[in-house]
């Protein structure tokens, strides 16, 4: 069974610059998250998706920030502009979660590492 | 607010050694637990996941207690390898904003002396 995967695994940008990343996740799984890394600290939820619709955005600074999950398969996240405190790993996770009665495992990509210059 | 803690943040052991990682949360109203492991400049491997009805899981030499009321897991490494060497997180799945999310603790960091 092939992973969550993940792309670019390195970006370096200048600040005030657009980045995009793309995650697609295990093929039948219904949620996909996105989590901001930053160095030495645990993940933070940014977005999560229950198929093609969003569940929880409580935590992305939508000022800058935006993802979107299209036909309920990949996603993409954006930053724009980029200031120097999104210097982080992002990751992409996704589990089955087809309801709420049941909460199954996260997979996690390999992540994207982002240095904003 | 739910929060994570893990202690100790860093530890290191001579191989062979067994060896016990602390989690504890604030809020025992969770769905479950899951330990994860990250290695340098990877993603996040799951290793247990602990419903919030079950007491412990099993896997290889690893052995994860839950006890929800008093907020604490605890991970068990027996017979440690230097393999093992990498960061340790928990993560409690609980309700949030609209949703179940998971948060987690900054992670201990395990070195395994050879």
């Known amino acids: 069974e092939a992973g969550v995967a993940q792309s670019p695994r390195y970006k370096i940008i200048e600040k005030r610059q657009s980045v995009a990343f793309w995650c697609n996740p295990i093929s039948g799984h219904a949620t996909l998250y996105w989590y901001q890394q930053i160095l030495g600290q645990g993940p933070k939820l940014l977005i999560q998706f229950q198929n093609n619709g969003v569940v929880d955005d409580s935590q992305l600074p939508k000022d800058r920030f935006s993802a979107e999950r299209l036909k309920g398969v990949d996603s993409t996240l954006k930053i724009q502009p980029a200031k120097l405190e999104d210097s982080a790993v992002y990751l992409c996770?996704?589990?089955?979660?087809?309801?709420?009665?049941?909460?199954?495992?996260?997979?996690f990509g390999p992540g994207t590492r982002l240095t904003v210059t | 607010k739910q929060e994570v803690t893990q202690i100790p943040a860093a530890l290191s052991v001579p191989e062979g050694e067994n060896l016990v990682l602390n989690c504890s949360f604030t809020d025992s109203a969770i769905y479950n637990l899951q330990w994860f492991r990250q290695d340098p400049g990877k993603g996040l491997t799951s290793l247990l996941l602990i419903q919030s009805s079950q007491r412990e899981q099993t896997s290889g030499r690893l052995n994860a207690s839950l006890d929800k009321s008093s907020g604490r897991s605890t991970l068990y490494i027996a017979a440690s390898q230097p393999g093992d060497s990498a960061t340790y997180l928990c993560a409690v799945r609980h309700s949030g904003a609209g949703s179940y999310q998971l948060t987690f603790g900054k992670g201990t960091k395990l070195s395994v002396i050879p």
């Open positions: 996770a996704s589990s089955l979660d087809l309801d709420r009665q049941v909460y199954y495992e996260q997979y």
